[in-house]
Each structure stands twice: as structure tokens, then as C-alpha cells.
């Protein structure tokens, strides 16, 4: 693929809170090919013809419904994206893959049970499975008459989930494993063939299993009735003398927390595309109601208060979708560098690992933009956003459990902040001499900076500051606590959101920057004036965030004169963001859609 992004070394995972890169070294949605528009068109075809004129009957949980709309994506390619041709699988990239699961989400109960069989249920054996696992699974997991579930969680042992009590215990022939146990909310329950199960040889070495439903002892239990995806089913699993032939063992005996925390990666940035995928739909559904529901003689969407929201929508998924592709990117830039290297399966560890920081990211800023999203599009619904009748109600329902499961935020907003220090202390990253680098700066006393040129010019200085201010709270925080850190939540978390803040306002800067190159600083209007206000009110929560952290670690003069050095840092333009964001709202209105996608 004729891609500058592509042809260059890919970005290493976290290295974008060091370096400064240009629009051209990142992927953005505007570099699709032909072939990978393609795949998300055939997608949302699918969806809007065969997903949505059914959702009450899935809704209801019509018996066979959702197995067979499963299976009717199959024929399509959509249910085996990620698994390779020659074992039926569409053998998609990452970015295509991404493409896919971001058109396939217009409807979470579809989405979750396509993503979990595609993930979740069906990663782990690409990745990890030997050849005759491949060749046993795959091709029925791609042809969909397998669906694929995944049981990591027990009633004890959610976040907790190296907390397995689930035993495996090899028999005395030594030819199968046999399985004791409970495994809970497992998605796809009610009627997947295959689940990947984790369990605890001799109570000790956490290993992965593939589980047949049809093994004697595996015992799906009855659905739970949740908050919302009511199209998709949840049971518990029951593990009663399951018996496991040998050779189902996945991977290694005790290294099941490698095939468990590696698909969760790919499990979470996922999310981060269904969830962008989503969103999406409901800013269309909420852009045609405001030019429907009339009040006070006019559209409710002529209202200043109602365009504020559409923007705000906007400027939201623009920043998650700039980061997603960024992201999928950089990982078939790895893949493909890889590729090229030594042992296969070590190689693709090596990617999901990479990214595992921008996987977290994904998933967290996601799903809190797609809560932000559905509880904005209920408001402009008024009554009938509350009403079952209407799109929206479901899809505030559906949106929630995306920030619990596969890692909660919390559980993910440690991840990014650990995972950071775990590369920098084992020498991936060079986050300690920037940090000793910026100390010797801000000793140095304040020198005067140069006037910024071009587009965006003052907002990518404004960046270049935000990741000082990171590289501030971050060095104050580990010199304090070192090893203690892990203990110091709440710092953590304000670390985590300035991560995720980086990376979303670089992320939408160097997209706006590259389709001003591309198209034209007009052509591109729109797009910049979406970058500048995510940056403007970016800008002050890394402020706001740096500052909670100083105060938590430094006190007397000392902070005071790191809230001086802050504040330094975060000076930035005033931005008229009110004039902007009608903009941006007139270019949703003017045809009901997220506007920075290219039809
Ligand atoms: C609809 C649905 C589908 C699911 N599908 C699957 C599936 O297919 N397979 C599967 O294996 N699991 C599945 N899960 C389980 C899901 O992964 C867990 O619910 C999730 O990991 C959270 O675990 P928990 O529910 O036990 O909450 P808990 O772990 O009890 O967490 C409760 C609260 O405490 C917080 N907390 C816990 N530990 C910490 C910590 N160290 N620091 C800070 N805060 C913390 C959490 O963030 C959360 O806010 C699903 C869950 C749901 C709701």
C-alpha cells in the first residue's frame, strides 16, 4: 500500500509523549484504500439490511435470531476478519479489521456478540494455537458454524482476574484435563460452541483451554438480565468434571495470563472502534431529530445550546477515530516490519504488547465518549430520548457496559500509566532523561520561543507544552513515591487522563494538518476548527490535571514554584470556541452526519 505512514518505522507504543511527529507519519481514516473502504461498506450494508429491521426480534431474544444473523456474516467475511486465508478467514489487516469492527457497531447487541466471537473467542487461537488447533478451529470459527466465547471472569475474579479458583487437574491416564469451576457473564454463553477457558493446573499455573460446548461438563447457564445489549446473550458457565482432551491446552501450562492480558489488548482497542462506530450512528439519529422536533416556532436544532451539543459530539469522535487509526497504523506498520523477522508468533506478541498503552487508550476514551455521546443525544431526543420507541434510549442502555468490561477504566487507566513506566524503567522509552532533560530547561530559566508558522502552528506548541506539563507531574510523582506510586490512585489517574489528552489532541492535530496538506486549508476548514477546539479545551484539563498531581506530591515553596513553571506551560491562545463549534455544528446539520468521514 502506497503509504508514507506505512512505509515508515511505526511509532513504538507510548513514544508519542516524547517525540514530535509529522502529519505524515501517522495513519489517518482519509488513507483508506479502495479495498478497505470497501470492506466497511459491504459492513454497514449488512448491518443496516439485515442487523437493524430485526433488533426487537433480537431485542426479544428470538430463538436462533442472532446465531443465524452470525452466521449469514460469515458468508460475508465479517465473523473471521482477523483469521488467515488459508483458514477461511477474510485474513484482514489491522487497519481493515478496524474499519470493520467500527461499521459493524451500529447496534451494541449485534456488535458485542460479533466482536467477542471475532476477538475474544477467536484471537487467541490465531495468536497462540498450534497448527492443529488452527486447522481444527479456524476454518469452522470463520464459516460461523462455531461461534466463539471467552471466560476469564468468575463471581470472585473480575479485575481480580489472576483470582481463579476454576481447577484444572490432568487425569490419571494422562490424556485429559478435567475442569472444575465457574466461569461468569460470559457473552455468547447461550449459544457459542467453543470458549476459551482459563483455569488454574493444580490450582497454581493459570493456563487457557479450548472448550467445546459439547465436552462432557461444560454446562452454560440461564441469561442474566442486564441494564442494556439485550440482543446479546450472557450466561454463566459451569465447569462440573469438564473433560479437556490434552491437546486443547492453548499455548502453554501457566501461561495463560499471556494469552489473557495479549487478547484483551486487541479486545480493548476494538472496543475503542465499536465505540466510534456507534457513536456515529447516534450523532445522525440526534442531528435528524433536531431539524425534526420543533419548539418555540423553530427546529430545536437552531438553538444555540442543541448546536453546542452536535459539535461538541463531533469533536469528540473525531478525536477517538484520529487516535483509532493513528493506532491501527502504527500496528501494521509493526506487523508488517515484523513480518519480516524471525519467529512468528513472537513477533505478534511483540506487536500486541507494543501497543498496549494505546489499546487502554482506546477502550477508555472511547467508551467515555460514546456515554458522552448517547446521554447528549437523549437530551436533544427530550421525553423520547427516554422513550423505548426511539433509537437513542436503547443505545444509552447499550453504551454503559463499555467502560466495565474488558478492564474497567480504572483497571485501564493503571494499565497506561504502569505499562508507561514498565517501558521507561526497562529502557523501551526514554521517558527518565526527557524528564532530567525538562528539569535542566526549567533550571535554566524560561527562553524565548519562536513565533509558531503554518496550519495549526500555535496549537502544535500548545502540545509540545502539554507533554512538558505531563513529563512535570509524571517526574514529581515517581522521584516522590518510586515504588510506592502503584498505591497513589488517584495520581495515577490524573496521569492517565493527561496521557489520553496527549494523545487525542496530537492525534486530531497531525490529521487536521494532513488533510490541509492533502485537500487544502479550505477544503479542510472544518476539520481544523474541530482540531483547534479539542486542543483549546484539551489543553486546560492537562492543566487542570498537572496541577491536582503537583499538589499531591510537592508542598511550600517548592510548589509554588512548580505551579510557576505550570502555569508557564500552560499558557496557550484564546480560542473563540463558541464561533467554532457553530461551525462544526452547521456541517453536521447540513447533512445529519459526523462530518469528517469521506462518503
Ligand atoms: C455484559 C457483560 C459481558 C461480559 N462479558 C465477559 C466475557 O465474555 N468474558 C469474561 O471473561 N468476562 C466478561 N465480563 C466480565 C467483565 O470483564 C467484568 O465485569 C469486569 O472485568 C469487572 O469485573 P467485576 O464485574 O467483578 O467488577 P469488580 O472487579 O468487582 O470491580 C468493581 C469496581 O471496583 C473497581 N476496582 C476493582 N479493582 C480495582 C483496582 N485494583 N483499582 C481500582 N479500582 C478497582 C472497578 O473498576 C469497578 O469500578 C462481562 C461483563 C459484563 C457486564
Same mark, same amino acid.
Request: aromatic share 6%.
Given at each position: 500500500?502506497?503509504?508514507?505512514? !506505512?512505509?515508515?518505522?511505526?511509532?513504538?507504543?507510548?513514544?508519542?509523549?516524547?517525540?514530535?511527529?509529522?502529519?505524515?507519519? +501517522?495513519?489517518?481514516? &482519509?488513507?483508506?484504500?479502495?479495498?478497505?473502504?470497501?470492506?466497511?461498506?459491504?459492513?454497514?450494508?449488512? +448491518?443496516?439490511?439485515?442487523?437493524?429491521?430485526?433488533?426487537?426480534? !433480537?431485542?426479544?431474544?428470538?430463538?436462533?435470531?442472532?446465531?443465524?444473523?452470525?452466521?449469514?456474516?460469515?458468508?460475508?467475511?465479517?465473523?473471521?476478519?482477523?483469521?488467515?486465508?488459508?483458514?477461511?478467514?477474510?485474513?484482514?489487516?489491522?487497519?481493515?479489521?478496524?474499519?470493520?469492527? =467500527?461499521?459493524?457497531?451500529?447496534?451494541?447487541?449485534?456488535?458485542?456478540?460479533?466482536?467477542?466471537?471475532?476477538?475474544?473467542? *477467536?484471537?487467541?487461537? +490465531?495468536?497462540?494455537?498450534? =497448527?492443529?488447533?488452527?486447522?481444527?478451529?479456524?476454518?469452522?470459527?470463520?464459516?460461523?458454524?462455531?461461534?466463539?466465547?471467552? &471466560?476469564?471472569?468468575?463471581?470472585?475474579?473480575?479485575?481480580?482476574?489472576?483470582?481463579?479458583?476454576?481447577?484444572?487437574?490432568?487425569?490419571?491416564?494422562?490424556?485429559?484435563?478435567?475442569?472444575?469451576?465457574?466461569?461468569?457473564?460470559?457473552?455468547?454463553?447461550?449459544?457459542?460452541?467453543?470458549?476459551?477457558?482459563?483455569?488454574?493446573?493444580? @490450582?497454581?499455573?493459570?493456563?487457557?483451554?479450548?472448550?467445546?460446548?459439547?465436552?462432557?461438563?461444560?454446562?452454560?447457564?440461564?441469561?442474566?438480565?442486564?441494564?442494556?445489549?439485550?440482543?446479546?446473550?450472557?450466561?454463566? #458457565?459451569?465447569? =462440573?468434571?469438564?473433560?479437556?482432551?490434552?491437546?486443547?491446552?492453548?499455548?502453554?501450562?501457566?501461561?495463560?495470563?499471556?494469552?489473557?492480558?495479549? *487478547?484483551?489488548?486487541?479486545?480493548?482497542?476494538?472496543?475503542?472502534?465499536?465505540?466510534?462506530?456507534?457513536?456515529?450512528?447516534?450523532?445522525?439519529?440526534?442531528?435528524?431529530?433536531?431539524?425534526?422536533?420543533?419548539?418555540? @416556532?423553530?427546529?430545536?436544532?437552531?438553538?444555540?445550546?442543541?448546536?453546542?451539543?452536535?459539535?461538541?459530539?463531533?469533536?469528540?469522535?473525531?478525536?477517538?477515530?484520529?487516535?483509532?487509526?493513528?493506532?491501527?497504523?502504527?500496528?501494521?506498520?509493526?506487523?508488517?516490519?515484523?513480518?519480516?523477522?524471525?519467529?512468528?508468533?513472537?513477533?505478534?506478541?511483540?506487536?500486541?504488547?507494543?501497543?498496549?498503552?494505546?489499546?487502554?487508550?482506546?477502550? #477508555?476514551?472511547?467508551?467515555?465518549?460514546?456515554?458522552?455521546?448517547?446521554?447528549?443525544?437523549?437530551?436533544?431526543?427530550?421525553?423520547?430520548?427516554?422513550? =423505548?420507541?426511539?433509537? #437513542?434510549?436503547?443505545?444509552?442502555?447499550?453504551?454503559?457496559?463499555?467502560?466495565?468490561?474488558?478492564?474497567?477504566?480504572?483497571?485501564?487507566? *493503571?494499565?497506561?500509566?504502569?505499562?508507561?513506566?514498565?517501558?521507561?524503567?526497562?529502557?523501551?522509552?526514554?521517558? /527518565?532523561?526527557?524528564?532530567?532533560?525538562?528539569?535542566?530547561? /526549567?533550571?535554566? @530559566?524560561?527562553?524565548?520561543?519562536?513565533?509558531?508558522?503554518?496550519?495549526?502552528?500555535?496549537?502544535?506548541?500548545?502540545?509540545?507544552?502539554?507533554?512538558?506539563?505531563?513529563?512535570?507531574? &509524571?517526574?514529581?510523582?515517581?522521584?516522590?513515591?518510586?515504588?510506592?506510586?502503584?498505591?497513589?490512585?488517584?495520581?495515577?489517574?490524573?496521569?492517565?487522563? /493527561?496521557?489520553?489528552?496527549?494523545?487525542?489532541?496530537?492525534?486530531? !492535530?497531525?490529521?487536521?494538518?494532513?488533510?490541509?496538506?492533502?485537500?487544502?486549508?479550505?477544503?479542510?476548514?472544518?476539520?481544523?476548527?474541530?482540531?483547534?477546539?479539542?486542543?483549546?479545551?484539551?489543553?486546560?484539563?492537562?492543566?487542570?490535571?498537572?496541577?491536582?498531581?503537583?499538589?499531591?506530591?510537592?508542598? @511550600?515553596?517548592?510548589?509554588? *514554584?512548580?505551579?510557576?513553571?505550570?502555569?508557564?506551560?500552560?499558557?496557550?491562545?484564546?480560542?473563540?470556541?463558541?464561533?467554532? %463549534?457553530?461551525?462544526?455544528?452547521?456541517?453536521?446539520?447540513?447533512?445529519? %452526519?459526523?462530518?469528517?468521514?469521506?462518503?
Amino acid at each position: 500500500m502506497a503509504n508514507t505512514a !506505512l512505509n515508515k518505522p511505526a511509532a513504538k507504543g507510548g513514544s508519542f509523549l516524547l517525540e514530535s511527529p509529522t502529519p505524515q507519519d +501517522v495513519f489517518t481514516p &482519509a488513507d483508506l484504500s479502495d479495498d478497505q473502504k470497501l470492506i466497511g461498506q459491504t459492513t454497514e450494508e449488512f +448491518v443496516l439490511k439485515e442487523v437493524l429491521p430485526v433488533v426487537k426480534d !433480537l431485542e426479544a431474544k428470538k430463538p436462533g435470531l442472532m446465531a443465524g444473523l452470525c452466521r449469514k456474516a460469515a458468508d460475508l467475511g465479517l465473523m473471521g476478519p482477523g483469521i488467515p486465508e488459508e483458514y477461511g478467514g477474510a485474513g484482514l489487516d489491522n487497519i481493515a479489521t478496524t474499519v470493520l469492527t =467500527e461499521k459493524i457497531s451500529m447496534y451494541g447487541g449485534f456488535s458485542i456478540t460479533q466482536s467477542c466471537h471475532a476477538g475474544l473467542g *477467536t484471537v487467541p487461537i +490465531v495468536d497462540f494455537g498450534s =497448527e492443529e488447533q488452527k486447522t481444527k478451529y479456524l476454518p469452522k470459527l470463520a464459516s460461523g458454524e462455531y461461534i466463539g466465547a471467552f &471466560a476469564l471472569s468468575e463471581p470472585q475474579a473480575g479485575s481480580d482476574a489472576r483470582n481463579t479458583l476454576t481447577r484444572a487437574e490432568l487425569n490419571k491416564e494422562g490424556t485429559h484435563y478435567i475442569l472444575n469451576g465457574q466461569k461468569s457473564w460470559i457473552t455468547n454463553g447461550g449459544f457459542a460452541d467453543l470458549f476459551i477457558v482459563f483455569a488454574a493446573v493444580d @490450582g497454581e499455573k493459570l493456563t487457557a483451554f479450548i472448550v467445546e460446548r459439547k465436552f462432557p461438563g461444560c454446562k452454560p447457564g440461564s441469561e442474566e438480565h442486564k441494564l442494556g445489549i439485550h440482543g446479546s446473550s450472557t450466561t454463566p #458457565v459451569f465447569l =462440573e468434571n469438564c473433560t479437556v482432551p490434552k491437546e486443547n491446552v492453548l499455548h502453554e501450562i501457566g501461561r495463560g495470563h499471556v494469552v489473557a492480558f495479549n *487478547t484483551l489488548n486487541v479486545g480493548r482497542f476494538r472496543i475503542g472502534a465499536k465505540c466510534v462506530g456507534e457513536s456515529k450512528h447516534i450523532l445522525m439519529n440526534a442531528s435528524k431529530y433536531s431539524k425534526e422536533r420543533k419548539a418555540f @416556532g423553530k427546529q430545536i436544532g437552531e438553538f444555540g445550546l442543541i448546536k453546542e451539543k452536535l459539535a461538541e459530539m463531533a469533536i469528540q469522535i473525531f478525536a477517538a477515530e484520529s487516535m483509532l487509526y493513528r493506532t491501527a497504523g502504527d500496528m501494521e506498520a509493526a506487523t508488517n516490519a515484523a513480518e519480516h523477522s524471525g519467529n512468528e508468533a513472537q513477533n505478534v506478541l511483540k506487536v500486541l504488547e507494543e501497543y498496549a498503552i494505546e489499546s487502554s487508550i482506546a477502550k #477508555v476514551y472511547g467508551s467515555e465518549m460514546l456515554d458522552f455521546v448517547v446521554d447528549e443525544a437523549v437530551q436533544i431526543f427530550g421525553g423520547y430520548g427516554v422513550h =423505548e420507541d426511539y433509537p #437513542v434510549c436503547r443505545a444509552y442502555r447499550d453504551a454503559r457496559v463499555n467502560r466495565i468490561f474488558e478492564g474497567t477504566n480504572e483497571i485501564n487507566r *493503571t494499565v497506561i500509566i504502569q505499562t508507561l513506566l514498565k517501558r521507561a524503567t526497562g529502557g523501551h522509552l526514554p521517558l /527518565i532523561p526527557a524528564v532530567k532533560k525538562l528539569a535542566a530547561e /526549567i533550571h535554566a @530559566g524560561a527562553s524565548k520561543e519562536e513565533t509558531p508558522e503554518g496550519v495549526l502552528a500555535e496549537e502544535a506548541r500548545v502540545i509540545a507544552n502539554a507533554k512538558k506539563m505531563f513529563l512535570q507531574a &509524571a517526574g514529581g510523582a515517581v522521584q516522590k513515591f518510586r515504588e510506592k506510586l502503584a498505591g497513589e490512585q488517584e495520581l495515577i489517574g490524573a496521569l492517565a487522563n /493527561i496521557v489520553m489528552e496527549i494523545y487525542a489532541m496530537e492525534s486530531g !492535530l497531525l490529521r487536521a494538518q494532513k488533510a490541509a496538506g492533502s485537500q487544502g486549508e479550505a477544503a479542510a476548514a472544518v476539520m481544523i476548527d474541530a482540531a483547534r477546539v479539542l486542543i483549546a479545551d484539551a489543553a486546560e484539563r492537562v492543566h487542570h490535571e498537572a496541577k491536582r498531581a503537583i499538589a499531591a506530591v510537592h508542598e @511550600g515553596d517548592m510548589l509554588m *514554584t512548580q505551579l510557576a513553571v505550570l502555569k508557564r506551560f500552560g499558557e496557550g491562545p484564546t480560542v473563540d470556541t463558541i464561533a467554532l %463549534r457553530r461551525r462544526i455544528a452547521a456541517a453536521v446539520q447540513s447533512q445529519d %452526519r459526523y462530518p469528517f468521514e469521506k462518503r
